[in-house]
């Protein structure tokens, strides 16, 4: 059974842009996850997702100074923030067809509430969703 969440404080991690390093978001992910539900499933689209949009962002590579900053947030929903420098929208061509599916679209079908957004020169993916 999932332990009784403290809501409402987010939980920051900053990594440097090597790929090798998205294992430790998706680990945070589903840690953060996991805590707020026992459905394995849920776990496994958030732990997915955040690993994901972390990929995308560091593939992005627009900067090799700034870290990815990965952001995770529980209350009613999970929201995960993954924030990097520089632009990284879809037809910015930042992510090709890997084996006949688009990255941003499959992320897309993973998450409840999803937005990339452009905030100055900074790009923010934003997923939420219900906890179960």
Do not use: K, Y
């Amino acid at each position: 059974m999932a332990t009784d969440v403290v809501r409402a404080s987010w939980i920051t991690v900053a990594i440097a842009r090597d790929p090798a390093l998205v294992r430790t978001v998706r680990l945070v992910a589903a840690a953060v996850a996991r805590r707020s539900s026992d459905d394995e499933e849920f776990v496994e689209e958030v732990r997915l997702a955040a690993g994901e949009a972390c990929a995308l962002l560091i593939g992005a590579g627009h900067t090799e100074d700034e870290p990815v900053t990965v952001r995770l947030n529980v209350d009613s929903r999970l929201r995960v923030e993954v924030r990097s420098e520089g632009p990284a929208a879809p037809q910015d061509g930042i992510s090709g067809d890997v084996d006949g599916v688009e990255p941003w679209l499959l992320l897309r079908g993973l998450v409840d509430d999803f937005s990339l957004t452009q905030d100055g020169p900074r790009t923010i993916v934003s997923m939420s969703w219900p906890v179960p």
